[in-house]
């Protein structure tokens, strides 16, 4: 309250009070010109917001070198998002690999997603790509040694990773139990031919191949369960 009146706000001081029929064209047609610069001024922000969000993706991939990703391609696809508890510097970032089903555009690709476990969006950017490394097979190479320079090893003294083993002599359990103060690591094992399981210490194992394989499977199982989806987020 202003002595006793209402206070007015500026248009409402320009327009006339009571019948506004003849005395309001001027303050009327005031009203519809600032109406319609706000509407120009709004529509030349929005076009200066979309050229500028343009200009900046064209900046941004003008600085990506020539990738040689193309359909069919394998690669791995980098994910920054970590579950909550996990340290982000040791989590593991590269999934995949993937495999590529479409190009859209120059910096863009769609990636084969069903199947692996991962709900994520098929579409991303090239720069959250990497090729997956394809080496050649090693080449061969007979080595003709005399018969008096040859060394006779003796198999026992050989770890049991030397040579391949026959993955059906045993069966195993994915399941991994640590005790004596984590110094002693033991395994459940399947034996082939017997109905209960039995706990083997890790140094009386003689599958290194089998051990390789579940402990890479282990690893990663953990480090797809690190990643944080789009329906956690």
């Known amino acids: 309250m202003v002595h006793g ?8 001081a320009v327009i006339p009070v009571g019948s506004t029929r003849r005395h309001d064209r001027d303050p009327r047609r005031w009203r519809y010109r600032i109406q319609r610069y706000y509407q120009q001024v709004e529509n030349r922000l ?14 941004h991939n003008q600085e990506i070198h020539l990738h040689q990703i193309e359909v069919g391609s394998r690669v791995w696809l980098y ?16 999934h995949g ?3 590529i089903v479409e190009k859209v555009g120059e910096h863009a690709v769609k990636l084969e997603i069903a199947g692996s476990g991962y ?6 950017h090239v720069n959250k790509l990497k090729l997956v490394k394809e080496y050649p ?3 061969l190479m007979r080595l003709n040694v005399e018969r008096q320079d040859r060394l006779d090893f003796d198999e026992d003294l050989l770890p049991g990773d030397s040579w391949i083993q026959d993955r059906d002599l045993m069966k195993y359990k994915i399941r991994e139990k640590t005790r004596y103060g984590r110094i002693y690591r033991e395994f459940l094992v399947h034996w082939r031919g017997y109905d209960d399981p039995t706990w083997v210490d ?3 194992l003689n599958c290194g191949a089998l051990l390789h394989e579940f402990l890479r499977d282990r690893t990663n199982h953990n480090r797809f369960g690190v990643m944080q989806s789009h329906e956690e987020s």
């Open 5 to 12: 009146w209402d206070p007015r706000s500026t248009l409402e």
């Open 46 to 59: 929005n076009q200066r917001l979309r050229e500028a969000i343009s200009d900046r993706a064209d900046l």
């Open 137 to 139: 097979d090693r080449p």
């Open 119 to 124: 709900h994520i969006f098929p579409m991303v």
């Open 79 to 94: 994910l920054d998002r970590v579950k909550d508890g996990y340290a982000k510097k040791l989590a593991h970032l590269w």
């Open 97 to 99: 690999p993937f495999r």
């Open 202 to 204: 890790e140094a009386d």
